[in-house]
């Protein structure tokens, strides 16, 4: 039989009510972890000194400052970098850079004159030495500093943090004095070095110079063609003369005539193949004159368009005088005759065409062998000249390049001593600190603030952990979820229910009395929970399918004898004829809740002859002779007020049987295994209206498996927040192995605490209370407004 529902612990939904309830029954634990935060932050108060911060504002300008405007590539770079967040982050940076910490230990005298020997002196790398002290001094400050650079503008906020909020101001001032003074004193020592630079390289430049110029000057002298072919446009500076122009021209004659040449020798092979593709044309027309008056180079032709006219108009003519003649008419005749001579000339001049073609083409082909022949005169005096000229032009141009490398060295050197002595930096301070008036660290709210939400995230977090560590069922939703069974009653905690001292409550007598909850406080809510539960199984299918119930528990201690007791009490209060069994033969406890006094005293009732279900099983007794009627006044009220009115209408003729253990069996499941207990119950079925029977913990011993088969009910007792879920799951999965599916669950010992509607669906306990409903006030009520109620109502 395959078991449906949600076994697994599957991915759910946040549930806020749960979390909510465990916090809510946790509260002690989050409000020791809260006043423990609270007392931490006190401490942390106490033992921190008082901090105090100065603060001014640094601005980075884009560029620079300078007197004199450069546009060279470093000045660009220079600006582009200053004006990127790069930039800033680097001026941040170097804000808490070692260096220009001990610069300011030094410059505000920070440091003892003792121990600024030569010998414990160190060089930073921007050539000042300072002592250990110094340099120790800078280092505790680094954590003091604190650059922000501000979101979406070009400010830098400086902090610094000391107990003396003088030495705090101070410090901060300093700071930003001191990184403008060494920006500014950076600034002035690498433009000295590339002073420096600039004038070895000025030296060397020149140098240079002269020598690319007497070389030209001299390769000029002993080739005189050298500044043919434009060669003469290299300017060399004013050692160039007018000779240079002169050649300049004759190059420039040689170049024109290689380009005239070119041109008419591209000219006149176009010209050439133009009518080679025409003669082409004409050979495959043949004498067609049609076909060879359609090819442009014969139609274009002198005598085929002058004859072409002559025909038009000839043809006009006759035109015009078919309006006036008829075809026999002398001039008609004679333009006939003139137009057959027009069109035969026309022919003529069509035909004559191709050997003027021939003759054409003969004619450029003799014009082309000449240009190419001139052309190659001309390329053969070209290169000579260009021999000449190609070391002249070498000369020319690195001369060229020494002179304007040498002027751009002039103009930096030029550029670099005006601005060497310029005193401006890009960093500017636009607000100076105040003496601060109030400590930053530690804020007493703060700190306080933070110490109770650690606190309450301590205890929360151990809240959480242990509901989440916890693998109990604690709800009647959780356990309808998880198990996929319905919960057929919410038995709450009867620890604390009723007016009952605790002295008594420990007494042994009470203890076994206060099982019977149904019939000892008939208005508790446990009492309601079990008349649920007989409601819940009478509406399950007819009632001859729901005769034989049967109680068990996964492990022990879950209340399943405590269940059979009080329904099977409930069911004979409704006046069924009721037979409760106590299946459970290892541990047997009906006899101690009913209180029979044969086996009160004693865990083995085979010396007092008190038959049980053992002596059933095995043949000795039957079940007349065995079970044992519970006399009335024990499962009705029990309240001697109720007696005495006699005004309450119970269910008549319900009577309780128990059939207790009997002897132990030394061999339970054998004997269950047999056939008679499965006799046993067939004829209890036929002797009583309902069979309830008690079981053994289905995990601990096989011996209600072995039961199952002949039941009809089978509903298993859940302790809530202490049965694990593993536990139940691995008990439905045993019985459904033997075909056996639970009708549902009896959740028992549900917590009485705040906000039981989270455990108990939206229950409302003690509702009728006071009311005359299972009330043990019920005679003052009645014989106060409710009886005059009664008899003004004719009851």
Same mark, same amino acid.
Request: hydrophobic letters at 40%; charged letters at 25%.
């Given at each position: 039989?395959?078991?449906?529902?949600?076994?697994?612990?599957?991915?759910?939904?946040?549930?806020?009510?749960?979390?909510?309830?465990?916090?809510?029954?946790?509260?002690?634990?989050?409000?020791?972890?809260?006043?423990?935060?609270?007392?931490?932050?006190?401490?942390?108060?106490?033992?921190?000194?008082?901090?105090?911060?100065?603060?001014?504002?640094? %601005?980075?300008?884009?560029?620079?400052?300078?007197?004199?405007?450069?546009?060279?590539?470093?000045?660009?770079?220079? @600006?582009?970098?200053?004006?990127?967040?790069?930039?800033?982050?680097?001026?941040?940076?170097?804000?808490?850079?070692?260096?220009?910490?001990?610069?300011?230990?030094?410059?505000?005298?920070?440091?003892?004159?003792?121990?600024?020997?030569?010998?414990?002196?160190?060089?930073?790398?921007?050539?000042?030495?300072?002592?250990?002290?110094?340099?120790?001094?800078?280092?505790?400050?680094?954590?003091?500093?604190?650059?922000?650079?501000?979101?979406?503008?070009?400010?830098?906020?400086?902090?610094?943090?000391?107990?003396?909020?003088?030495?705090?101001?101070?410090?901060?001032?300093?700071?930003?004095?001191?990184?403008?003074?060494?920006?500014?004193?950076?600034?002035?020592?690498?433009?000295?070095?590339?002073?420096?630079?600039?004038?070895?390289?000025?030296?060397?430049?020149?140098?240079?110079?002269?020598?690319?110029?007497?070389?030209?000057?001299?390769? /000029?002298?002993?080739? &005189?063609?050298?500044?043919?072919?434009?060669?003469?446009? @290299?300017?060399?500076?004013?050692?160039?003369?007018?000779?240079?122009?002169?050649?300049?021209?004759? +190059?420039?004659?040689?170049?024109?005539?290689?380009?005239?040449?070119?041109?008419?020798?591209?000219?006149?092979?176009?010209?050439?193949?133009?009518?080679?593709?025409?003669? %082409?044309?004409?050979?495959?027309?043949?004498?067609?004159?049609?076909?060879?008056?359609?090819? =442009?180079?014969?139609?274009?032709?002198?005598?085929?368009?002058?004859?072409?006219?002559?025909?038009?108009?000839?043809?006009?003519?006759?035109?015009?005088?078919?309006?006036?003649?008829?075809?026999?008419?002398?001039?008609?005749?004679?333009?006939?005759?003139?137009?057959?001579?027009?069109?035969?000339?026309?022919?003529?001049?069509?035909?004559?065409?191709?050997?003027?073609?021939?003759?054409?083409?003969?004619?450029?082909?003799?014009?082309?062998?000449?240009?190419?022949?001139?052309?190659?005169?001309?390329?053969?005096?070209?290169?000579?000249?260009?021999?000449?000229?190609?070391?002249?032009?070498?000369?020319?141009?690195?001369?060229?390049?020494?002179?304007?490398?040498?002027?751009?060295?002039?103009?930096?050197? $030029?550029?670099?001593?005006?601005?060497?002595?310029?005193?401006?930096?890009?960093?500017?301070?636009?607000?100076?600190?105040?003496?601060?008036?109030? &400590?930053?660290?530690?804020?007493?709210? /703060?700190?306080?603030?933070? !110490?109770?939400?650690?606190?309450?995230?301590? !205890?929360?977090?151990?809240?959480?952990?242990?509901?989440?560590?916890?693998?109990?069922? $604690?709800?009647?939703?959780?356990?309808?979820?998880?198990?996929?069974?319905?919960?057929?009653?919410?038995?709450?905690?009867?620890?604390?229910?009723?007016?009952?001292?605790?002295?008594?409550?420990?007494?042994?007598?009470?203890?076994?009395?206060?099982?019977?909850?149904?019939?000892?406080?008939?208005?508790? &809510?446990?009492?309601?929970?079990?008349?649920?539960?007989?409601?819940?199984?009478?509406?399950?299918? =007819?009632?001859?399918?729901?005769?034989?119930?049967?109680?068990?528990?996964?492990?022990?201690?879950?209340?399943?004898?405590?269940?059979?007791?009080?329904?099977?009490?409930?069911?004979?209060?409704?006046?069924?004829?009721?037979?409760?069994?106590?299946?459970?033969?290892?541990?047997?406890?009906?006899?101690?809740?009913?209180?029979?006094?044969?086996?009160?005293?004693?865990?083995?009732?085979? %010396?007092?002859?008190?038959?049980?279900?053992?002596?059933?099983?095995?043949? /000795?007794?039957?079940?007349?002779?065995?079970?044992?009627?519970?006399?009335?006044?024990?499962?009705?009220?029990?309240?001697?007020?109720?007696?005495?009115?006699?005004?309450?209408?119970?269910?008549?003729?319900?009577?309780?049987?128990?059939?207790?253990?009997?002897?132990?069996?030394?061999? =339970?499941?054998?004997?269950?295994?047999? =056939?008679?207990?499965?006799?046993?119950?067939?004829?209890?079925?036929?002797?009583?209206?309902?069979?309830?029977?008690?079981?053994?913990?289905?995990?601990?011993?096989?011996?209600?498996?072995?039961?199952?088969?002949?039941?009809?009910?089978?509903?298993?007792?859940?302790?809530?927040?202490?049965?694990?879920?593993?536990?139940?799951?691995?008990?439905?999965?045993?019985?459904?192995?033997?075909?056996?599916?639970?009708?549902?669950?009896?959740?028992?010992?549900?917590?009485?605490?705040?906000?039981?509607?989270?455990?108990?669906?939206?229950?409302?306990?003690?509702?009728?209370?006071?009311? +005359?409903?299972?009330?043990?006030?019920?005679?003052?009520?009645?014989?106060?407004?409710?009886?005059?109620?009664? %008899?003004?109502?004719?009851?």
């Amino acid at each position: 039989m395959h078991l449906t529902g949600q076994y697994a612990d599957g991915v759910q939904s946040f549930d806020f009510r749960r979390y909510w309830h465990s916090v809510t029954e946790r509260a002690w634990i989050v409000a020791i972890c809260v006043l423990a935060g609270f007392f931490l932050a006190l401490g942390h108060l106490a033992r921190t000194p008082k901090l105090y911060q100065g603060h001014t504002v640094l %601005e980075v300008e884009v560029s620079e400052p300078t007197p004199i405007s450069t546009e060279d590539s470093t000045t660009r770079m220079r @600006a582009a970098f200053l004006g990127s967040y790069e930039g800033l982050r680097t001026i941040e940076q170097n804000l808490t850079n070692q260096t220009l910490l001990s610069r300011v230990v030094r410059s505000e005298g920070l440091a003892e004159e003792g121990d600024a020997s030569p010998a414990g002196k160190t060089q930073s790398a921007s050539g000042v030495t300072f002592t250990p002290l110094e340099e120790a001094l800078g280092r505790a400050m680094a954590g003091m500093v604190k650059p922000v650079i501000r979101r979406g503008t070009r400010l830098i906020d400086l902090f610094v943090t000391h107990r003396d909020p003088a030495m705090a101001q101070r410090l901060v001032e300093a700071i930003g004095r001191e990184y403008i003074r060494a920006s500014i004193e950076r600034r002035a020592s690498l433009s000295e070095e590339s002073l420096r630079y600039l004038l070895e390289e000025e030296e060397r430049l020149k140098h240079n110079l002269q020598r690319s110029e007497a070389a030209v000057a001299e390769y /000029k002298a002993k080739n &005189p063609d050298a500044l043919q072919l434009g060669g003469g446009t @290299a300017s060399t500076g004013s050692q160039q003369g007018a000779g240079a122009g002169g050649g300049g021209s004759r +190059g420039g004659l040689v170049e024109s005539n290689l380009e005239d040449l070119n041109s008419k020798l591209n000219a006149t092979k176009a010209d050439q193949l133009r009518l080679e593709g025409a003669l %082409e044309q004409v050979q495959q027309a043949g004498n067609n004159i049609d076909t060879l008056l359609a090819i =442009p180079s014969i139609a274009s032709a002198g005598m085929v368009t002058e004859a072409r006219r002559s025909v038009i108009q000839i043809e006009a003519g006759i035109t015009t005088y078919a309006l006036r003649y008829k075809d026999k008419h002398p001039k008609m005749i004679a333009a006939k005759a003139a137009l057959a001579e027009a069109k035969e000339k026309l022919r003529q001049a069509v035909l004559a065409q191709p050997a003027i073609l021939r003759n054409t083409i003969e004619q450029i082909k003799a014009t082309e062998t000449s240009l190419q022949q001139a052309l190659q005169d001309q390329k053969g005096v070209a290169v000579n000249l260009n021999r000449t000229a190609i070391g002249y032009q070498e000369l020319a141009r690195q001369a060229e390049t020494d002179r304007a490398l040498y002027e751009s060295v002039l103009r930096q050197i $030029k550029d670099t001593n005006l601005t060497k002595d310029v005193k401006t930096n890009a960093v500017s301070v636009i607000e100076h600190s105040p003496l601060p008036g109030s &400590p930053v660290s530690p804020r007493p709210s /703060k700190t306080i603030a933070l !110490g109770l939400l650690a606190g309450l995230a301590v !205890g929360l977090a151990f809240v959480f952990g242990a509901d989440a560590l916890d693998r109990s069922i $604690k709800t009647v939703d959780q356990a309808e979820t998880t198990l996929g069974l319905p919960v057929f009653a919410a038995i709450p905690d009867t620890t604390d229910e009723g007016a009952v001292s605790r002295i008594k409550r420990r007494s042994k007598a009470f203890r076994s009395s206060n099982y019977r909850v149904v019939v000892e406080t008939p208005e508790s &809510p446990a009492a309601e929970a079990f008349r649920n539960l007989r409601a819940a199984l009478s509406l399950l299918g =007819p009632e001859a399918e729901r005769k034989i119930s049967l109680f068990t528990s996964a492990v022990p201690n879950e209340g399943k004898s405590f269940t059979s007791a009080n329904y099977a009490l409930a069911l004979a209060q409704q006046g069924y004829r009721v037979l409760l069994i106590d299946g459970d033969l290892r541990r047997p406890n009906m006899h101690r809740i009913f209180r029979f006094p044969e086996v009160s005293g004693k865990n083995n009732s085979e %010396e007092d002859g008190a038959p049980g279900i053992t002596d059933c099983l095995v043949g /000795k007794a039957d079940i007349a002779s065995a079970a044992r009627e519970i006399p009335a006044g024990e499962f009705q009220f029990v309240d001697e007020n109720i007696a005495l009115t006699g005004n309450i209408l119970t269910a008549t003729g319900g009577q309780l049987f128990v059939l207790a253990g009997g002897r132990r069996a030394p061999n =339970p499941a054998e004997i269950l295994a047999g =056939p008679l207990f499965g006799q046993l119950i067939t004829e209890a079925a036929k002797l009583f209206d309902r069979v309830v029977i008690d079981s053994a913990p289905i995990l601990a011993v096989s011996d209600t498996l072995l039961m199952t088969p002949h039941v009809q009910t089978l509903c298993i007792v859940v302790r809530s927040a202490k049965t694990p879920r593993p536990a139940v799951r691995r008990a439905i999965s045993l019985l459904a192995k033997s075909g056996i599916r639970p009708a549902g669950l009896v959740l028992n010992r549900l917590r009485r605490t705040r906000g039981v509607g989270y455990y108990y669906y939206y229950a409302s306990h003690g509702y009728g209370k006071e009311e +005359g409903a299972y009330s043990r006030s019920y005679h003052h009520s009645y014989g106060g407004r409710s009886k005059r109620d009664h %008899e003004g109502n004719g009851a």
